[in-house]
Structure formats: structure tokens, C-alpha cells
């Protein structure tokens, strides 16, 4: 936690460069970040060895819903899978960091159409990844995501609607969410970095016109205050730079 007026005063805002050799790109589209406050104590059982809940200056860890629209998904080279590298998934993530001051991310789920995806993210990373079927349609500004999981926990559900409206700029608490440069992740009995990098988020504001979710509760994680501000974009290039031991 900062000590300065400035909570951001010591934060990576800017995404310090992947190291190659880069071992998947990505374009992430279409995506609505929605935030609840998060007791830290009452999470802290969730995170793997080396690594404990990022706390901001306000006292709380966060839990994150975000839905989203996975597209050009390459692997090593930079050329598109066909058909596989295009989904939608929604995320359940845990605010995370370690002893070396990296401030990352700890999913606690993401929902994806491919199951070739499941199998591959669990057996190479350790990152849970589950299999549902999902929709995403834009009518206008509204948009709608729709998903139900059929493996594991089948019959978890999420119903998302938002209208997209003006730009917006972050607040520094919304920076600190979004700006995350790695993920936290278990395998194999040890606890892995997995680096990444994109450019600077352009957000728009969301009013959340329907919110009907199992997936955070499935995920083990109780909110403790009002939801934050959603917020939509467009989205972003990410690129993701090989695993290393925390």
C-alpha cells in the first residue's frame, strides 16, 4: 500500500516490455469490467504459495466479472489459429502480488467455448479454465453476454447487459484494476508468473441494465460493499511472455 497521497505514486501504470521469447498474443474485444470490494482476510486461503491479495489504498482487495470477446489467439508465432483462436469468455479474477512487487492477476475462473482450450490452459498453466456455452450480441449500444457452464460445476450461469455510453477516464482505483501485468497461477505444486503486456486502456462508461451471475459466488468469493462503476472497451493487443517461478 502507498504511503503517499497518491496511490498510484509507486504503481507499474505503463506496462514494462515482455521479455521474448513471446509465447502467446491475443486481441481481447468487447469486454465490460464490472468490480465489487473484497475482504483480504477472506480471501487470502484462494492464493498459492508466494503470492497474497493485493490490497489498494482503501483497504480492499477487489473481485473481478469481465466479459469478453477473445480474438486473433496465437501461439509462439504470430499468426492466428483457425477457428480456435476466436471465443468468448468471461473471467472471474482475484487482485494478486509477491515478494517481488509484481501486481497481478489470480483467476479464480474463465468460461470459454473451446474445450480444446480447457484442456490445453490446465495441463500447460495451471489456469482454470472451464467449458460453457456462451453468447455475445450488440443491439445499438446495448450489449448482452450469456453463458452457462457445462464442465466442471455444470449449470453455473451468468446473464450480463450493459448500454455503452460515453468516454470516460479512469480513477486511480479502476487504473489499479486494469492496469495488471501478469497473472498468478498453481501447477505441477508450484506457484508461476505468466508476464504480459498491452497498451493503455480506452474506456467507455456502462450502465448495467441486467446482472444476473452465479460465477463469482462459484468462484468462492463474497463482495462486501457496492459494485464499482462498470466500464466497456473496445479492447486491446496483449502479448504474453514466457512463465517464470515466483
Same mark, same amino acid.
Request: hydrophobic share 45%; net charge neutral.
Given at each position: 500500500?502507498?504511503?503517499?497521497?497518491?496511490?498510484?505514486?509507486?504503481?507499474?501504470?505503463?506496462?514494462?516490455?515482455?521479455?521474448?521469447?513471446?509465447?502467446?498474443?491475443?486481441?481481447?474485444?468487447?469486454?465490460?469490467?464490472?468490480?465489487?470490494? /473484497?475482504?483480504?482476510? +477472506?480471501?487470502?486461503?484462494?492464493?498459492?504459495?508466494? &503470492?497474497?491479495?493485493?490490497?489498494?489504498?482503501?483497504?480492499?482487495?477487489?473481485?473481478?466479472?469481465?466479459?469478453?470477446? %477473445?480474438?486473433?489467439?496465437?501461439? /509462439?508465432?504470430?499468426?492466428?489459429?483457425?477457428?480456435?483462436?476466436?471465443?468468448?469468455?468471461?473471467?472471474?479474477?482475484?487482485?494478486?502480488?509477491?515478494?517481488?512487487?509484481?501486481?497481478?492477476?489470480?483467476?479464480?475462473?474463465?468460461?470459454?467455448?473451446?474445450?480444446?482450450?480447457?484442456?490445453?490452459?490446465?495441463? %500447460?498453466?495451471?489456469?482454470?479454465? &472451464?467449458?460453457?456455452? %456462451? #453468447?455475445?450480441?450488440?443491439?445499438?449500444?446495448?450489449?448482452?453476454?450469456?453463458?452457462? #457452464?457445462?464442465?466442471?460445476?455444470?449449470?453455473?450461469?451468468?446473464?450480463?447487459?450493459?448500454?455503452?455510453? +460515453?468516454?470516460?477516464?479512469?480513477?486511480?482505483?479502476?487504473?489499479?484494476?486494469?492496469?495488471?501485468?501478469?497473472?498468478?497461477?498453481?501447477?505441477?505444486? #508450484?506457484?508461476?508468473?505468466?508476464?504480459?503486456?498491452?497498451?493503455?486502456?480506452?474506456?467507455?462508461?456502462?450502465?448495467?441494465?441486467?446482472?444476473?451471475?452465479?460465477?463469482?459466488? +462459484? +468462484?468462492?468469493?463474497?463482495? /462486501?460493499?457496492?459494485?464499482?462503476?462498470?466500464?466497456?472497451?473496445?479492447?486491446?493487443?496483449? #502479448?504474453?511472455?514466457?512463465?517464470?517461478?515466483?
Amino acid at each position: 500500500m502507498s504511503t503517499s497521497s497518491d496511490p498510484l505514486a509507486t504503481y507499474p501504470v505503463a506496462a514494462p516490455s515482455v521479455p521474448p521469447p513471446v509465447f502467446t498474443s491475443q486481441r481481447w474485444s468487447e469486454l465490460t469490467f464490472l468490480h465489487w470490494p /473484497v475482504d483480504p482476510e +477472506a480471501v487470502a486461503h484462494l492464493y498459492p504459495e508466494g &503470492t497474497r491479495p493485493d490490497v489498494f489504498a482503501d483497504g480492499h482487495t477487489y473481485v473481478g466479472l469481465i466479459p469478453f470477446a %477473445m480474438r486473433e489467439l496465437a501461439f /509462439v508465432v504470430p499468426a492466428a489459429v483457425p477457428y480456435f483462436g476466436d471465443f468468448l469468455e468471461t473471467n472471474v479474477r482475484l487482485y494478486s502480488t509477491d515478494d517481488a512487487g509484481r501486481h497481478g492477476v489470480l483467476f479464480r475462473s474463465l468460461e470459454t467455448e473451446r474445450l480444446a482450450m480447457v484442456a490445453l490452459s490446465r495441463a %500447460m498453466l495451471g489456469i482454470p479454465y &472451464t467449458w460453457a456455452r %456462451m #453468447r455475445m450480441h450488440r443491439n445499438g449500444n446495448r450489449v448482452t453476454y450469456l453463458g452457462t #457452464r457445462r464442465w466442471p460445476d455444470r449449470g453455473v450461469a451468468s446473464e450480463i447487459v450493459v448500454d455503452v455510453g +460515453a468516454p470516460v477516464e479512469p480513477t486511480p482505483l479502476e487504473t489499479w484494476l486494469t492496469a495488471r501485468w501478469g497473472a498468478h497461477t498453481r501447477k505441477a505444486g #508450484r506457484t508461476w508468473w505468466v508476464p504480459n503486456e498491452h497498451a493503455p486502456w480506452v474506456f467507455r462508461a456502462a450502465d448495467v441494465v441486467r446482472l444476473d451471475d452465479d460465477l463469482v459466488a +462459484a +468462484a468462492g468469493v463474497t463482495p /462486501v460493499g457496492e459494485p464499482l462503476r462498470a466500464l466497456y472497451s473496445e479492447g486491446t493487443v496483449a #502479448r504474453f511472455g514466457r512463465p517464470s517461478l515466483v
